[in-house]
């Protein structure tokens, strides 16, 4: 297979803080931006204890989970295992290639804590390249080029860069109730990344 393989991916966690989330859920596509090979939802418990899942149900609301739900998944350390294997089908894809990682501020959030939780549990992981392709980052940086239009929101302030601004800003069709779900999200940054290739073709 001579075109590029992707694993576009993204995370529902337990928290912000990289050294200590845990991940909940992982969704990916694997495609080759023209073909999708395959794509999934692996969800996790990651928590010790039944109490640990009540103390945190407030913060889970927002990805919609509830105690009751995260208690049915497999544990972490299955979970992760199989993530591990995402990858490795991924670079059986690509001939042997590792495959190119994209996500939203996957540098600064996704991968690091994907690591931390593969070390954490014992999971090998391939041998994952550095040079991630971060659609954040690339927002960014159109963004100071005035490539993306600038929109205001309700209260008049300009819309910044999470990831529901930036389908927004770009016109994406969407429906707002779907965002914080892995699965939405990672199809939202396979379309903002479309479509950015699509306004720097043009341009």
Not at 45 to 53: A, G, L, Q, T, V
Not at 83 to 112: E, H, K, S
């Amino acid at each position: 297979m001579s075109r590029p393989i992707y694993v576009v991916l993204d995370t529902e966690t337990t928290g912000l803080d990289v050294n200590t989330a845990g991940i909940i859920s992982f969704s990916y596509i694997i495609t080759d931006l023209e073909n999708e090979y395959e794509r999934g939802t692996i969800e996790m418990n990651p928590f010790e204890s039944e109490s640990d899942i009540e103390n945190a149900s407030e913060a889970l609301k927002i990805n919609g989970y509830t105690p009751e739900k995260i208690a049915t998944f497999d544990s972490a350390r299955v979970g992760m295992a199989r993530i591990a294997d995402v990858f490795q089908r991924a670079t059986l894809l690509g001939d042997g290639l590792w495959p190119r990682v994209m996500g939203y501020n996957i540098v600064a959030y996704d991968m690091p804590i994907i690591k931390n939780n593969a070390k954490k549990y014992g999971i090998t992981l391939p041998d994952i390249r550095h040079d991630y392709l971060d659609v954040l980052q690339g927002i960014r940086m159109l963004d100071v080029m005035g490539v993306i239009p600038v929109k205001f929101k309700e209260d008049g302030k300009p819309m910044g860069n999470r990831l529901y601004e930036a389908v927004q800003r770009l016109e994406i069709e969407s429906e707002q109730d779907k965002f914080h779900g892995s699965m939405y999200d990672t199809e939202m940054t396979l379309r903002i990344f479309q479509t950015l290739a699509e306004k720097l073709n043009n341009n």
